[in-house]
C-alpha cells in the first residue's frame, strides 16, 4: 500500500513517526474514516465538518486545509486503485517532549492509508449480527472522534469471546451506541428509533445520512434513548457506520429478535442508504 504521513506519498514499510509523537503517547489525535464506493468518497463534507468539530474540542490544528485533505484522499485512492472500501485519516498534535499538559506549539502530524473491502455485497449484512451488552467503560466525550479506543476494543473482544459480533454500551440503564458504530431499533408500529445526540455518542455521519433518507421516504425516525429490554422486545435493530452502512441486528443478549432473521424495514433503508450514497458520492 501506498500511505500518506505528513506531505509524503510512501510505501507503508517506509513511512515513519516520531516516538515522541502525542498520537502515540497520549492518544492526543482525532480521525476519520470516509468510505469509498465505485472510487467515489462518500458524504466526504460531512466528515471533513465533524473532523473540525473534534479538533477544535482539542485546540488542534491541521497541516492541511480541507482542500488540500479532499486532494491527499483522491491521491491515495489513485495510487492504491480503490475503489471500494475506506480511507482513515489521522491528525496529531505532533511531536513533543512527554508532558500532559499541551505543547505551546508544536507541528501537527498527519496520515492517512485506504483499505479495500466489500462493503456493498457484505457477508456480515447479509446474515446479520449478534451483539451482546456491556457497561460504557469509556470516557465522557465520545463525541470527540480520538484515537483513544482501548475501551471498545476491549469490549469488542468481549463480544468475540463470548461467541456475539460486537457490543452494544449501557449506561445508565441505556443503550448508548455500539463499540465502533450508532445503534437503533425499529419499534412494532414502525418508528425507527436511535439515540439522541450529545456528548455520550458519537455523532456518526452515517447516522445522519440515514435520518435523512428515512425521514425524505415517508418514515418516522425518533432521537431517544432506549433500554436493551425495548431493544429485544423490537421488531428490528441495526447499527450504522461509514464502514457498515446498515447492519441488521439479529440478536441482543442471546435473544433473538423476531424470526432471527434479518428484518424488511432494515433491509430497505441499506438499500436506500446505498443508492443514496453512491447517487451523492463525489
Ligand atoms: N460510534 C462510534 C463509537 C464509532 O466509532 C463510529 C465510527 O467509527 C460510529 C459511531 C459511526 O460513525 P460514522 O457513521 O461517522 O462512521
Not at 105 to 132: H, M, N
Not at 166 to 179: H, L, R
Request: glycine share 8%; with cysteine; aromatic share 8%.
Amino acid at each position: 500500500r501506498i500511505v500518506y504521513v505528513n506531505g509524503d506519498y510512501l510505501p507503508e514499510a517506509d513511512a515513519k513517526i516520531s516516538v515522541f509523537d502525542r498520537g502515540f503517547l497520549f492518544a492526543d489525535a482525532v480521525y476519520e474514516v470516509t468510505s469509498v464506493l465505485d472510487g467515489r468518497l462518500v458524504d466526504f463534507p460531512g466528515h471533513l465538518a465533524r473532523l473540525h468539530r473534534s479538533l477544535g474540542a482539542l485546540e488542534l490544528t491541521t497541516p492541511l486545509d480541507d482542500a488540500g485533505l479532499e486532494e491527499m484522499h483522491r491521491e491515495l485512492l489513485k495510487r492504491n486503485r480503490l475503489t471500494e472500501g475506506a480511507v482513515y485519516m489521522q491528525v496529531t498534535r505532533g511531536a513533543a517532549d512527554r508532558d500532559f499538559a499541551y505543547p505551546a506549539s508544536s507541528e501537527p502530524g498527519l496520515v492517512a492509508f485506504t483499505q479495500a473491502k466489500a462493503l456493498i455485497e457484505s457477508p456480515t449484512a447479509a446474515k446479520g449480527i449478534r451483539v451482546i451488552s456491556v457497561q460504557d467503560i469509556r470516557w465522557a466525550r465520545r463525541d470527540i472522534k480520538t484515537t483513544q479506543l482501548l475501551g471498545p476494543s476491549m469490549c469488542k473482544m468481549i463480544a468475540k469471546k463470548a461467541g456475539a459480533d460486537d457490543a452494544w454500551f449501557v449506561e445508565e440503564g441505556f443503550v448508548t451506541e455500539g463499540t465502533s458504530n450508532n445503534a437503533w431499533i425499529i419499534t412494532a408500529d414502525g418508528a425507527i428509533v436511535t439515540r439522541n445526540l450529545s456528548a455520550a455518542i458519537l455523532h456518526g455521519i452515517t447516522r445522519a445520512a440515514v435520518m435523512t433518507y428515512a425521514e425524505a421516504a415517508g418514515m418516522r425516525v425518533e432521537e431517544r434513548p432506549f433500554t436493551i429490554a425495548e431493544a429485544q422486545g423490537a421488531a428490528e435493530a441495526f447499527i450504522t457506520s461509514a464502514s457498515a452502512f446498515v447492519t441488521p441486528v439479529v440478536e441482543i443478549d442471546g435473544v433473538p429478535l423476531g424470526d432471527g432473521a434479518p428484518g424488511p424495514v432494515t433491509k430497505r433503508l441499506r438499500e436506500l442508504y446505498i443508492a443514496e450514497s453512491r447517487a451523492r458520492a463525489s
